[in-house]
């Protein structure tokens, strides 16, 4: 191993072990419980959103990927190994999240509505060759049927029921995906019908997105292959005044019909957290998928760093005791820097924000308890600098990956041989 010593580490752990010991919590278990939280790697952050169809378009529904470092996965294959790198970085087991547009058509014309398994055969054997999960999204976007802002909710019905059929083949290949790897499939919709200026009629289109995902559902899949999710919105680039799919309107709509609710970080008013909504939704809810992002000033979709938001999602996941009924998905897409030190930098943030979940020390809840709001304040701030790093440290040599910044070399490395060769 590079970086700090196995010794070290070693002796590191079990002293914060006998650490938080004292305190009453019990580390073992907190890493068990980590290691059966996988995470969802969202495959878009590998090509800026680009996808391998020859019937799309540029970036759209309001999505945007800025910057322009070199060395983007450009096809399938490099795809999959730039992930392969990534997970090498990151500790335990996890799940890939794709898009439509990610299917591999051999350069044949397939539009959104033609879609199929066969154009995922790859992915699946592929998921099963390295023990990972799928999930899948219909995308409802970069397109030219969605070029004018509208898909589910449009007032054409030829493009709507584009849209439906869209939407409809990914539910099959969710489940196909799930079945074929013994584990459901998160398929979620997330489209970006929405208005740049002030509508006259907000209505007609909330009804409409109301109708045609009832048609999109209408087919029940087994929960064991495949598991609905829709995800709303505040507002996008280009539809800045009203969102169709808004989070009032999916969370009725989940609640009502039994999906899951996706709840994206980067979806709210700025200072809005979805770390105070876990808890809500799942008293209505048996689950739900998160979209771990970062939002800088708007849903700008920056890397997953360990902030303060990110640490109180993570603790919320935790406290509510229904980790196992949250689904964790990442969603950002920065260009502007190594797309693989993206997906490691963000996935383990996320990790050690549910590692610091799972050591927190039970006095602070027993504090609040008793009514002793003095104490829950200064244990919560106390525990802000328990040696949780040395946890960290230890929970990834034990799993056989980097400690520490040395994931680093790794990535540089791998740019210098792979990556600097693409054009
Ligand atoms: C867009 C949503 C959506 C997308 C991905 C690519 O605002 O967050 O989840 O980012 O599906
Ligand atoms: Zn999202």
Same mark, same amino acid.
């Given at each position: ?6 010794? @070290? ?26 290691? @059966? $939280? ?38 399938? #294959? ?69 070029? #004018? ?23 099959? $290949? ?12 998160? !398929?979620?919709?997330? $489209? ?112 997953? !760093?360990? !902030? ?11 406290? !509510? ?16 820097? @190594? ?63 980097? $400690? ?20």
């Amino acid at each position: 191993m590079t970086g700090p010593k196995k010794k @070290n580490i070693e002796r590191a752990g079990q002293l914060a072990q006998e650490r938080y010991a004292a305190l009453g919590v019990n580390v073992d278990r907190a890493l068990k419980a980590l290691a @059966n $939280i996988p995470v969802s790697l969202h495959c878009w952050q590998g090509d800026d959103v680009g996808g391998f169809e020859t019937v799309g378009g540029a970036l759209g529904g309001g999505l945007v990927a800025t910057g322009n470092y070199p060395g983007k996965a450009r096809t399938p #294959d490099e795809l999959r190994a730039d992930l392969e790198q990534a997970l090498r970085l990151i500790p335990g087991q996890h799940r890939i999240n794709l898009h439509a547009m990610y299917g591999e058509f051999g350069g044949r014309r397939v539009d959104r509505d033609e879609i199929e398994v066969a154009h995922f055969n790859n992915w699946i054997a592929w998921a099963k060759a390295n023990g990972l999960g799928l999930d899948f999204n219909p995308s409802c976007f970069s397109h030219p049927k969605a070029a #004018d802002g509208f898909t589910l909710s449009h007032r054409d019905n030829g493009v709507r029921n584009f849209w439906i059929e869209h939407c409809r083949r990914a539910r099959e $290949i969710g489940a196909a995906m799930g079945k074929a790897l013994g584990s459901p499939c998160v !398929t979620n919709v997330w $489209i970006p019908d929405g208005f740049k200026d002030t509508p006259a009629d907000r209505q007609g289109p909330r009804e409409r997105l109301a109708a045609a995902l009832d048609d999109v559902f209408k087919k029940s899949l087994p929960a064991r292959h495949n598991l609905d999710a829709v995800e709303g919105k505040l507002f996008g680039i280009g539809a800045e005044s009203c969102t169709v799919g808004s989070h009032e309107f999916y969370l009725g709509y989940a609640i009502t019909r039994r999906k899951l609710l996706c709840l994206d970080a980067g979806h709210f008013h700025p200072t809005e957290s979805i770390a105070d909504k876990i808890s809500s939704v799942l008293l209505y809810l048996p689950e739900i998928l998160l979209h771990v992002s970062r939002g800088v000033r708007w849903d700008s979709d920056h890397v997953v !760093t360990f !902030t303060d938001d990110l640490q109180a999602i993570a603790r919320e996941i935790i406290a !509510t005791g229904h980790a196992d009924r949250v689904h964790l998905g990442l969603d950002y897409f920065d260009a502007s820097i @190594n797309r693989i030190a993206a997906w490691v930098i963000g996935t383990r943030n996320l990790q050690k924000a549910l590692l610091l979940a799972l050591l927190e020390p039970p006095a602070i809840r027993a504090a609040e308890l008793a009514g002793d709001t003095t104490a829950r304040l200064a244990l919560q701030e106390e525990s802000k600098s328990l040696p949780f790093g040395a946890v960290w440290d230890y929970y990834c040599e034990t799993k056989g990956v980097p $400690i520490g910044e040395a994931w680093l070399a790794e990535v540089k490395a791998h740019e210098k041989i792979v990556l600097s060769k693409r054009g």
